[in-house]
């Protein structure tokens, strides 16, 4: 099993371009999310899904988009990228069932210039 | 809102002494999470607390969490350099989706 795959590691975007972060789980966790990581603010979230056509805004949406048309897929769209956003993204994926924790993926590391 | 604070934010020990690493939240939440990071990595899961007085160990480190206090720890037995990382803290709002991270306790670990 190949767990939480994110694609791509790195990538830089100039102010006002859009791009699509992938992010793909192989274990039907049937909860997946996106988080954001900032020096000293530790993981913040920014999007999730309890299943297949279901999501929600978490702490900080703004400037993002989700959409979770099958329970592998969960990408994440930035709509017209800002300094402000340049992170390190993660996306997770839990089971629904209570006595399971959350598996990351690698990560994807934002540069917006 | 929740908020998860977790202290030291960083800490710096010998190799062999003993530490703890405090988690603090500020709403009522049974299921607390331990993950280490290290540099320019994704997040490793260290233990999954489930209930009041759940207390697990793995190595060198003991995870506890008092529900009741609010209150998680993390305890370093011994430490080695290998321990050296970032430890978060993360609690369920509801279970599934929504975690609130600590900022994170970085531990540099002095041989």
């Known amino acids: 099993n190949a767990g939480v795959t994110q694609t791509p590691k790195f990538q830089v975007l100039k102010t006002g371009q859009s791009m699509t972060l992938q992010c793909a789980q192989d274990m039907n966790h049937e909860y997946m999310s996106w988080y954001r990581q900032d020096p000293g603010m530790g993981l913040r979230l920014i999007h999730y899904s309890v299943g297949a056509g279901i999501t929600d805004q978490g702490e900080v949406p703004n400037g993002y988009n989700v959409s979770r048309s099958t329970t592998e897929d969960f990408p994440l769209r930035l709509l017209s990228a800002a300094p402000s956003q340049t992170s390190v993204y993660f996306c997770?994926?839990?089971?629904?069932?209570?006595?399971?924790?959350?598996?990351f993926g690698s990560g994807t590391r934002l540069t917006v210039v | 809102e929740l908020k998860v604070e977790q202290n030291p934010l960083f800490l710096s020990m010998q190799e062999g002494k003993n530490y703890t690493i405090y988690c603090n939240y500020s709403t009522t939440s049974d299921r607390l999470y331990w993950y280490r990071q290290d540099p320019g990595k994704s997040l490793e899961s260290l233990f999954v607390?489930?209930?009041?007085?759940a207390v697990k160990q793995e190595g060198r480190l003991m995870a506890s969490l008092d529900t009741k206090a609010r209150l998680s720890t993390l305890h370093i037995t011994a430490a080695v350099h290998d321990l050296s990382a970032t430890y978060f803290c993360a609690v369920d709002m509801e279970y599934g989706n929504k975690l609130v991270f600590g900022a994170g306790t970085i531990l540099r670990v002095k041989s």
């Open positions: 997770a994926s839990s089971y629904s069932r209570a006595g399971y924790g959350y598996t």
């Open positions: 607390l489930l209930s009041n007085g």
